[in-house]
């Protein structure tokens, strides 16, 4: 694949060759330069190659030619090769530079071409198709010496470990002020992967062969090898996970590419031993002599066990339920199999709850699976008193696009009394839920969404004490503009249809109020109340939230809000609750910490705080 091109606009990639001296170690005095006659990124660039001369350590004469040298060097990356110079020592430690650039080189010849299997492959394509410079434009090294380290990288990320540069030439002719650019590339033959070997796996190995996103002879790609690691490793039944190509014979002699630091390069080689590295021309020499003639890899996977019984002790305090003590016991595998047991113990002044879920994977474990949940909830919180038992069977789902469905049935025991009336239930119900969560970072996300939408249904014919119907939705947004400016907005609704809502149990009655649904209110404290003035809970519910919070420093965020809702029995409530107010965000080392003092606009006077831990999702 030969390519001729013009081009007319001039690059600025020049990082390539300033970047290691702009963290040289330099002194206390480094030189100053007075640059007259160029400017732009090549005054930038010969005051960054000047940048860690001191003129102390050089006499006269020798600081003069070392600033020459290097001034010269500068220019030339930008197709000056005879620049004039006048050199003045103006101070101790400054001088003055006249340079007349003289001109500047062009190019000539342009000669690039792609053979092997990599001449049909598009991201060689593409990368020739993006070099910025054609026949007839101003010679600059930074281009050539990229479009060098794209090949010998995409060559050995996508599997051309037998690559090597035939010819790779850049011919300057400075009194004839041309230059000539020849660069042929031999990708060889394109690897594929070949069996994996799964070693120290105390699951069947079935199992992890199936989370495998490729199959025995797909193209090789390291980004495919570090997804297999990244899913193995998620599974939580590994301490460690090791996924590495068997690379060898002449394929161990692969050198790494240009920076030799990549993520993808340590991903394909870290398990390999340190061997010398032999240059591209020796390279290239000694496969013509002796090609390799199985271009399957074996991979190599190395797995150890994650411990069986893991545990996590965790305080906090919030404004809604003060103190808060949970304690968590997980044992992510229980047998060959990869089921798991988790254990969760919660306590604080309004509610105390344990609860556990005992998951099965199915054919795909990160995505498919069977789980029972089984708990215990006691309520003790102003005119809630609740203690609830539930069984739940769940099989869930998740797709490709993130959403995550899952259906189950449940079943619950509820003994309660609310606003001051009393009663024993039983419910035995199905429902479905779709959900979804997307943020980056994950702790103190700068974008971000949540959204969930559930459905349930019970009814007396299968023995329910309550026939009802039970919708709830919830949507959440973080966007931030520039690195200052977060803006979060959330929106929550809810409804019951029923004929007879005093069986229906304070768990799935609405209320609203509190530090993540109307701050200015206290928890819970939002919803219709009896002909005694006491909570009787809603059926149903409105909240929303707008905020907005701007960085102050560093880790530092004030924030502004309005948030507005209630909890109501007829829809189109004349006068929903809202609070306003201001409050300080710290991003700390254990999680994001939000302290906010809120107004509700239905007390003149009144404030109230708001105190959290964790994030918003």
Partial sequence: MGRQ??????????????????????GAWALEASITGVSDEVESNIQAYLQNVEAEQYTEARLEGEVRQRTEEAMRVYGYYEPDITFEHTGDERVSLEVEPGPQIEIEILSINVK??????????????????????????????????????????RGYFDWGFTDRRMEVRPYLQSARLYMNFDSGPRYQFGKTSITGSHIEIDRLLRIQPFERGDPYLAQTLADYNQSLAETGWFSSVSVRPRLETAQELAMSPSGGGDAWWSEATASQPERPRVTGAALTSALSINKPSDTQLPIDVSVEPADRHQFEVGIGYATDVGPRL???????????????????????SPEQRFTGVYNVPLEDPLRDSYRLQYGIRNIDDSDTQSLEGTVE??????????WVQTLYFRTTYEDFEQGGEADQVWLFYPGIQWSRTRTRPQRFPLWGDRQQLSLEYSDKVWGSDAQFTRVTADTEWIRTIGNDNRFLARISLGAIETDDFAKIPPSL???????????????????????EGRLRGGQQLLTSTLEYQRRVTGDWWAATFVDNGDAFDNWGPNDLKTGAGAGVRWVSPVGPIRFDIAHPFDHE?????????????
């Fill in 116 to 157: 092997g299997d990599a001449s049909n492959d598009p991201p060689f394509q593409q990368a020739v198709e993006d070099f910025p410079l054609e026949e007839g434009d101003a010679l600059r090294h930074a281009p050539w010496e990229r479009l060098r380290g794209q090949f010998s990288g995409l060559a050995i990320e």
């Fill in 605 to 617: 006077d009144d404030w109230r705080l708001h105190f959290s831990i964790g994030p918003e999702f």
């Fill in 326 to 348: 949970r304690f968590g016991w997980e044992q992510p595998w229980i047998n060959r199999y990869g089921h798991s047991l988790d254990h969760d113990l919660y306590i604080s």
């Fill in 509 to 531: 009655r609405f209320f609203a109020g509190g530090d993540r649904s109307v701050r200015g209110y206290s928890y819970e404290s939002l919803s219709p109340r009896n002909e």
């Fill in 5 to 26: 091109r013009r081009w007319t606009s001039a690059t600025g990639r020049t990082v390539l060759v300033v970047l290691p001296l702009l963290y040289a170690t330099h």
């Fill in 393 to 402: 069977v769940a099989r869930r789902w998740e797709f490709d696009n993130d």
